[in-house]
């Protein structure tokens, strides 16, 4: 099966534009969570959609939100890009209990 | 309040040497516990979970739940076990969110 996909892998953004990021699940996969990854907070939750609905979401600003298509592909969202918004997001989908992930979509914020 | 403490960020031993990467959690409940590992420019990956008790390249690691830790452990160190590992824990609902630790490098010297 072909593995967790993110597009794009590198974006540069300016301080107050908006961004979004996509993740393809594998096949059969229903639910698909984010994670933002920084060298001084590590690796953090920041939400989880199962079936297009949210079903549970981490300690983020409203800024950061995200959405899943019937077809499990899921996006997030970034509104009004702030420079601590760089980083490395990370998608997973999971089966089982299990998340696997993505390669993930570096982020710099200028 | 839902914790992973992983509190070395570096672990240098030689090849051959008994490795262990200690990870104690805070969680009220009964949480899965997991270990992921990221080699270099590779994408994270489940090295094991505690239900499935499954040794993987050699690697082990018990839940006691009396010392809320789960270390991870492997009695012969080899170089291609140089990477980043990171202890995460779930709680045993149907959401998918991980609490990830703060990570710790193991380098194995030849």
């Known amino acids: 099966k072909a593995g967790v996909t993110q597009t794009p892998r590198y974006l540069i953004k300016t301080r107050g534009q908006q961004v979004t990021l996509s993740c393809s699940p594998i096949?059969?996969?229903?639910?698909v969570s984010w994670y933002q990854q920084t060298p001084g907070q590590g690796l953090q939750f920041l939400f989880e959609?199962?079936?297009?609905?949210?079903?549970n979401k981490g300690n983020f600003p409203g800024r950061f939100s995200g959405r899943q298509f019937s077809n499990s592909r899921s996006e997030m969202n970034v509104s009004t890009l702030e420079l601590g918004d760089s980083a490395l997001y990370l998608c997973?989908?999971?089966?089982?209990?299990?998340?696997?992930f993505g390669p993930g979509t570096r982020l710099t914020v200028t | 309040a839902q914790r992973v403490t992983q509190p070395e960020k570096l672990l240098s031993v030689f090849k051959g040497a008994p490795v262990e990467l200690k990870c104690n959690y805070s969680?009220?409940?009964?949480?899965?516990l997991f270990w992921y590992v990221q080699y270099s420019r590779q994408r994270l990956q489940l090295l094991l979970r505690h239900i499935s008790r499954e040794s993987i390249k050699g690697f082990t690691a018990d839940l006691n739940k009396g010392e809320t830790s789960f270390h991870l452990k492997k009695p012969f160190a080899q170089e291609e076990d140089s990477a980043m590992y990171y202890c995460?824990?779930?709680?045993?609902?149907?959401?998918?969110?991980?609490?990830f630790g703060s990570g710790t490098r193991l380098l194995v010297r030849p």
């Open positions: 997973a989908s999971s089966l089982e209990g299990e998340q696997y």
């Open positions: 995460a824990l779930s709680s045993m609902d149907s959401s998918y969110k991980l609490i």
């Open positions: 096949s059969g996969h229903r639910s």
């Open positions: 959609y199962f079936s297009e609905t949210q079903r």
């Open positions: 969680y009220s409940g009964s949480p899965e």
